[in-house]
Every structure is written in structure tokens, then in C-alpha cells.
Nanobody, 120 residues
Framework: QVQLVESGGGLVQAGGSLRLSCAAS????????MGWFRQAPGKEREFVAH????????YYADSVKGRFTISRDNAKNTVYLQMNSLKPEDTAVYYC?????????????WGQGTQVTVSS
């Protein structure tokens, strides 16, 4: 069982930065791949980024590549999403999830989400 709690969301102007954190409970965190997803109002939830258990492999959605960076600290049971050069279209609720890369159904555990709002 893994419990996930996101934090770090907020309101930021376009061009600004935010760092999201996802704190995980459970002894298996260090061996678990993690992902970030987001859901904008009226849209389906979409993939943002993924990191493998060691942090050595990452994947990004094309829309965030070069602006967002996913990382993890297994000693702190935490995964991060550094978001730079934010755009209004990045406004969404951001979720972290634990599971295998691929379809959303591959992710077994989800956090409650944190709101990110980017003003123009």
C-alpha cells in the first residue's frame, strides 16, 4: 500500500516557476516508479512526466519537455516536479501516481491532487 500527498501548487504568473512535491508513505517507495499527471477543467487527465525507481530514466509529455523536470529523493520518499517557464495552458490539477510507465491504468496509487494556476 502506498499513500501519496501532493503539495506546492499555487498561483503563478506566466513565465514563472513552481516545484511540486509528492510525499509517499510505504516501504516500497524506493523500488516504485512514479508519474505526474494533470487535469485541466473540462479536459481529460493527461500524462506529464514519469521517473523510474532509481531516477535514471525519465519520460515527458511533448508539451512540457524542456520546461519541466521530474526527480526523486528516495531517502525522503518524495518525488518532485520542477516547472519552469509556466504557461496559462499549464493550469490544471496535478496528480502524482505510483506505477509502471504507460497507460494510466498501470498506475496503482494516486494522490489527491494540487491545483496549479498560471495567470497571463
Amino acid at each position: 500500500q502506498v499513500q501519496l500527498v501532493e503539495s506546492g501548487g499555487g498561483l503563478v504568473q506566466a513565465g514563472g516557476s513552481l516545484r511540486l512535491s509528492c510525499a509517499a508513505s510505504g516501504r516500497t517507495f524506493s523500488s516504485t516508479a512514479m508519474g505526474w499527471f494533470r487535469q485541466a477543467p473540462g479536459k481529460e487527465r493527461e500524462f506529464v512526466a514519469h521517473i523510474n525507481w532509481s531516477g535514471g530514466t525519465t519520460y515527458y509529455a511533448d508539451s512540457v519537455k524542456g520546461r519541466f523536470t521530474i526527480s526523486r529523493d528516495n531517502a525522503k520518499n518524495t518525488v518532485y516536479l520542477q516547472m519552469n517557464s509556466l504557461k496559462p495552458e499549464d493550469t490544471a490539477v496535478y496528480y502524482c501516481a505510483a506505477g509502471r510507465f504507460g497507460r494510466q491504468s498501470n498506475y496503482d496509487y494516486w494522490g489527491q491532487g494540487t491545483q496549479v494556476t498560471v495567470s497571463s
